[in-house]
């Protein structure tokens, strides 16, 4: 897969254009280091951290663990990557639904 261009979204996130469909990273919330898990629920486990600052696609949403973070509380599970699942309480996507197509 090849990038075409990176620039910013309206709302200040980043965004990439690949091919014709654009991908949107959002931004993790302030200070945090944010745990990375296996499935959508903390009783998954963690495959990594990401550092302070990250800024994360979400490709689908999906519904697990409740979960309370700086943005609220949710259900909401953002997939970030194969088999990469973060708390949407902790991603800044702008709403308190979903933003994204629903993982399979």
């Given at each position: 897969?090849?990038?075409?261009?990176?620039?910013?979204?309206e709302d200040g996130n980043e965004a990439?254009?690949?091919?014709?469909?654009?991908?949107?990273?959002?931004?993790?919330?302030?200070?945090?280091?944010?745990?990375?898990?296996?499935?959508?629920?903390?009783?998954?486990t963690v495959v990594r951290v990401l550092?302070?600052?990250?800024?994360?696609?979400?490709?689908?949403?999906?519904?697990?663990?409740?979960?309370?973070?700086?943005?609220?509380?949710?259900?909401?599970?953002?997939?970030?990557?194969?088999?990469?699942?973060?708390?949407?309480?902790?991603?800044?996507?702008?709403?308190?639904?979903?933003?994204?197509?629903?993982?399979?």
């Amino acid at each position: 897969m090849s990038i075409d261009h990176v620039g910013q979204a309206e709302d200040g996130n980043e965004a990439e254009t690949v091919g014709t469909a654009a991908l949107r990273y959002y931004s993790v919330a302030p200070g945090v280091r944010l745990n990375v898990r296996s499935g959508p629920g903390t009783g998954y486990t963690v495959v990594r951290v990401l550092p302070e600052g990250a800024k994360v696609p979400v490709f689908c949403q999906t519904q697990g663990t409740t979960v309370t973070g700086p943005y609220g509380t949710s259900k909401v599970w953002d997939n970030i990557d194969n088999g990469e699942y973060v708390s949407d309480a902790y991603v800044y996507t702008g709403s308190d639904g979903y933003i994204a197509p629903r993982c399979s």
